[in-house]
């Protein structure tokens, strides 16, 4: 079974950064396109960031465009979410997805709160 494990979330106040982790297991990481996906309190779900199987091809929400980066380490298993300038509108539950399949991390959760 296909495992996604997120780290990296917590507190922060307004204009810090945080790294978010996704290590994935029992998988075949590297052919596969990696999402970041976020779920604040009674809002839907959405997409914040897309990279391609190779990591050469991203892309963002608008509402990140600019302080956000998602990037991967194919021989680690692991794709990253790079948050800078962090806004109090960004506190979420943050999910990393493997794009076009139903494999799901737990999530973790991201406050940004002066």
């Known amino acids: 079974q296909v495992q996604l494990v997120e780290s990296g979330g917590g507190s922060v106040q307004p204009g810090g950064s945080l790294r978010l982790s996704c290590i994935a297991s029992?998988?075949?990481?590297?052919?596969?396109?990696m999402t970041w996906h976020r779920q604040a309190p009674g809002k839907q779900r959405e997409l914040v960031a897309r990279i391609t199987s190779d990591g050469l091809g991203t892309n963002y929400a608008d509402s990140v465009k600019g302080r956000f980066t998602i990037s991967r380490d194919n021989p680690k298993n692991t794709v990253y979410l790079q948050m800078n300038s962090l806004k109090p509108e960004d506190t979420a539950v943050y999910y990393c997805?493997?794009?076009?399949?139903?494999?799901w991390g737990q999530g973790t959760q991201v406050t940004v709160s002066s």
């Open positions: 029992r998988i075949i990481f590297s052919i596969y396109e």
């Open positions: 997805h493997v794009y076009a399949t139903g494999w």
